[in-house]
Nanobody
Framework: VQLQASGGGLVQAGGSLTLSCTAS???????MGWYRQAPGDGRELVAE???????NYGRTVEGRFTISRGRERNVVNLQMNNLKPADTAQYYC?????????WGEGTLVTVSS
């Protein structure tokens, strides 16, 4: 499984960004999600969606971020609204297939105040 993420960038506080992650190398619908890591911090859950489309959000983003699948089931999008400087981090796409975890390269999101 290969993961390709896109969509990071610089945005002002209160703005929006959309991240996208495409998983290739499998025809099975995967459990997928987004995690983030700020400098000096551990990696934390942002949002995840399982193969049955059950969704779970991290506490700090619930109500502002929305995770969804694209027309291709192994494309997962993260719509991020009302961004805050505290959302600044490297964002990583994650997929799980048969108990094995795959990580994509991070995409940087920077929110200026």
């Amino acid at each position: 499984v290969q993961l390709q993420a896109s969509g990071g960038g610089l945005v002002q506080a209160g703005g929006s960004l959309t991240l996208s992650c495409t998983a290739s190398g499998t025809v099975i619908v995967l459990n997928m999600g987004w995690y983030r890591q700020a400098p000096g911090d551990g990696r934390e859950l942002v949002a995840e969606i399982d193969s049955g489309d059950v969704i779970n959000y991290g506490r700090t983003v619930e109500g502002r971020f929305t995770i969804s699948r694209g027309r291709e089931r192994n494309v997962v999008n993260l719509q991020m609204n009302n961004l805050k400087p505290a959302d600044t981090a490297q964002y990583y796409c994650k997929a799980v297939r048969f108990g094995k975890t795959y990580w994509g390269e991070g995409t940087l999101v920077t929110v200026s105040s």
